[in-house]
């Protein structure tokens, strides 16, 4: 199965039934993203989401030092950032493009119908927040160095911080000292303003937990599982009114699940239940 | 008064003036809905919101071991739920309707015009969270054990956490971790991520102190406490912009009151005002 | 360059280059606001917004008492509030008038395309909090007194306290319980719940940090920093998928500014950078 | 079957296998509304929406001279809109909750699940309007007279026109001079415009087409007539990306329909469909 | 009076009682904008908004041959939009500095709070198109060319006429070709799509049906037709259920005025009722 | 340049310089589409889109008798619509992904930075709508048969019409009739209610002038015209000030281009402007 999946710089590993884990394995580098590697997460993680073996994921950085340390600004200088028409019109729809195909590779992450849970660890910049801010859980070992780094290169971050942060904590004066000043933070501070929802001591008890907490979900019914994560993003962008309506619409065919017997019965049982895949 | 309000499976009482307080009263099953207790509960609320007598509620369960189980799982599966054409759109259809009016009836503590502070003990699992998302304040004992539960018996929930725990907390990876896995957190997890703003003892120090907070604000002018209520929910649905001119409008009316004056001069005079019902 | 910022009640001055620092100075009046102030208030941030030798900004409330009492309530009481119409659509069409002029005064703090910090210590009431949320970073003194105190007189806050809490904290439960009860809270509350993003001993000490952050916040590319602000403010108010565009037309003129170079190099030669203005 | 529908000012008739028709009866008074009539019709259209045996529903006035002359405004004078407090701000309430629930009358047709037409024929002011807006067709006899009465009698209409005219016809400039001025108009002008999508003769003309129309709705499949009303209704007021997005999750249920095939085999067969009860 | 009216470029008059004339008066350059023109335009605009004497406006330009010939480019060209700094980002901050500020010029007729009735004839270009879609009535002269001409100039039009025609017209397909071609319609194709709502055989009779309908609503009641246009203006852009909502709170004050038992009363005594100022 | 865009079912030919011709060819069977085809058509337009060669487009169906008879509805029942798994909720995830695939591929015209035409003729039923609403410009010729066709195989359909009909013509009620009666209507009832903005002859006619038309977008300056699109598809979807303040972002960039000054010269000197790739 892990053959289908093999992408150069990931390791797609499947430790757990309906469990997934994708590792960013550039750690020569501290996993800095060059473009074939956002180009090709984004088709692992839609092929993930169709795969019916597959009912959670786990997103973690090879090696010790880094998560990822973001953009590989040296391999970007040199691409297409750097190049451009002689009009201003026509590098700006060039621009317009590149970063409209590189938001949507991060956002497939997003879009994902299986939950992933990002665990970050060590250097943790830039596009380390972008991508773990389209998982759908973040955990993190406590060396976890963060930084929301654009700025220090000139930039607004376009990727998805300056998108998702501000939905996904609850401090929008700490939102805009981060993303204002680039500076590093911690691990307690990540917790403390809930960008993060587990710390732990390290790298491997944080993937451990992380692995855990994934297995755990894939026990679930899928159909309950896969309806939450969709009904939980869509309702973070829309008035309770227009969730709750769509909600509704979602559930009136999946409410005929007979994941709904199975899971209820298997509760009276004290029995573990078994779903269709989906 | 309180003859009123006498509905199956609800205590409804005048403890202080201006104050009502609802008790879920069906004990010996952990105060687990059953669809007559949404349909009351929604009568009283209704009642309650234009009351000239009342200017602020809590809610709590009856009992020492739970504000509510959730849903009757057993009773549901008895009912509509479990019915339906054996055509998969009319099915479809009869379940939408079902969720519609369902949602309508816990939409209505959100849509009260008086502000309700639910107190939550014991098992507070599903159906309490999704009716205590929709009340203004929530307060718990140490002692209470909650859990968005839905995944657990195969579906996604549809009554609304899903739509308002997002924007209930500042904390969007413990929201997924907790709809997704359906595990229990206790008090101490749910006052550090927001979703409650206080916790107490046990259950009597706990609706002790929501009397204290019902009573200050039933002490205040109604027309500036249910404006309140009206602007902030309208608000955490929209824009700023949007906020702000629906603000305008609603004030262009209300600062007519003579309350403002009355608030005023009692305030130099340090008297307690009186204002007029509504 | 002072002179051009001279306006009754406040002082502006520069302590760092590219610095800004407004000053409310009415300390005998614990620094309340009369309606002249938030005109001139209006007035100087929408000039330092264009200009090219500010790139952020510190707000702080003279003396040692009040960062501000909120709105001069007597003088209030005199003043267009308490006029109007015998026609209670005409009176309802002045005060409409007067709110939007009102909100746009304190809203300017929002538009300012650089990024504002402010510093609260001592009363800091009702106008404090209007203000202060429509600035982008907030710090303030151990000894600082919130409070949402508009219900004391008789309304709901409309100035912007409604519309911009809930989206500034995540904690919606005390958002309601503060709003509604107009209590007073401390700054351990106040940076629990995410209002602030730092308290410091006393206002110096504040002040101080203020100045340290801003001067941080000024040594950055102008077009990152306003950019971020400018893309952190829409995204709040609108879905993921709406920021992400936006965003993506943004860059597509901002990416092509020299001041990445720069950055890069300035990084890679671990040299200060050196911006044009902006 | 009528008799379930029988409701002072109504009358409510089954001409066709699957159509309702309910027809305005209070011809004496040109089938002015008082407020009895909104809250029958709204109690007739819920009912209708969940009676399996109707499909399409027209509506009409009853007598020669009007559909109707619009609200009974010296009825209205000395009901509800001519009380109230002697402040300010709880008269408003009072008058909130009139108008909310006035609105939510007029709504029901709206949200009636199966479609309606309304026949419009010779006074049709003010109410008419609001109420055939509310409607899914608009057919009409050649001799009607619309106006959008209520600037003449000192208000801005507030039960639907002002929300739904600038969305059921195309030209603006037009939905303003008719709204501001009060003029009346004839059924050329309104077809022009696209207020009404026919004209017929005379009112009996008109009913005999609405009727040929609705019985060609009734004789589709009921999954797919409701379910392209809702999604009409729902796309007219979103982008068209959550038009489509709404749209795909509705049909992921509908699409199992069996009516599919019994369309599809019943067109292939040049034989009539019979469709199950929905 | 209107002697507080004298701008460069426009003449203002008061033809009759609470309707004032705007004549464009660049007659010899076929009454083309330069900067000071939409500057003193809004700023006339601003004041007629909130004269209580005035109640309705007509907007017309001077002499036969144009409403407007559209923006002076020649006089554009050496102005701003062929200035900026040597780095595109900071060009494209002052560029958008100068959008906005123009857009809000032609803004301010569509904010104004009384109606606006535009009266276009011969050359009608560009500007000319967002201009009139900003004021609340089109009618034209038999004459008019129209033209969205902003493509022939290598720009896509960004004062308006982009974003309000689509919702002025029921021909989207229509408003892509003259969009996208620039070519010259006449007044009888505007007409047909719902561009304009009137048109007559030459200017002066424009001018004079104009101010028949100007003269018509200035005799209505001020508070009925200022809520008609705010309410329409808000509902073209919102969701009908927004509409709605926006419209009863809107009411809540406007239904308290004496303008409706005046109106009623008038009505009834077959008299011209009098209205306050407003 | 044809040989990229050799594609079955589909011919695409360059008639004109900067302009491209689709042709969708299953002649046979009145090109109607089965899935490869419209994948086929996505890939085209999509590379169109990028295509620096490209400035405009026109859609036409091969044949005599048909623009396409919509889905093949024979092809469909033996497809992925047909099929499914035993539960509900499973049938109905692999529907959802079906229909967003194939809602998508549609999509892709409106996405495309090109204008594109669509020349409508003879049978247009069903999936004709679909694609010729997600086309900018629709003409026809006079023996055009349109049909919103999907209510008669018991489906609402979900492929584009119910989404973007609303807002391409300007009459509601007409709306609803033709989707939900899926009644036949010729050209003139469709150029009446706007649908299409012209209509030709024949089907050689209509194609000519689509050309002619094609080819005079295709000498305006490039960045005008696909910006022109984008904001005006923009706009449509949203309110006034969003629309508003995209524009002013999007030209921040745009407003840079050596365009204008070409086409302001060229203007001045009557002479045809070249204008560089995009």
Redesign the interface.
Known sequence: MAEKYEYEYFNVTFPVEYVAHIEISRPEKLNAFIEKMWLNLSVIVKRLS?DPNVRSIILTGAGDRAFTAGLD?QAA?QGT?SQ??S???????A???H??EF?DCI?AL?KCEK?IIAVLHGVSYGLALDLSLSC???LCAADTRFSVK?????????I?T????????????????V?????IFGSAEAEK??????VYGGKAEAVSEALK?AT??AS??P??????????NY???????E??R???????????????????LS?LQKKTPKF?K?
């Open positions: 169709h600004v200088s950032l451009g028409s009009d201003t019109a026509r590098t700006a729809t621009l317009r493009r970063i409209f938001q956002t997003e939950p759908d859980i973040r654009e700025v220090d290169i000139g930039i607004a971050a376009d998805g300056l998108s998702r942060l501000p939905k996904a904590v609850g401090n929008f004066s700490w939102v805009k000292d993303a204002l000043s680039a500076r303003v809930g960008l993060v929802s587990g907490l755990l979900i679930k019914s159909v309950a599982v896969q309806g939450t994560k969709e009904l939980l309702s973070r962008d829309r008035s309770v009114e969730g709750l769509y909600t509704a619409i979602w559930n009136q065919a999946m409410l005929q699940t007979k994941d709904m017997k199975d899971a209820m509760g269709s989906l």
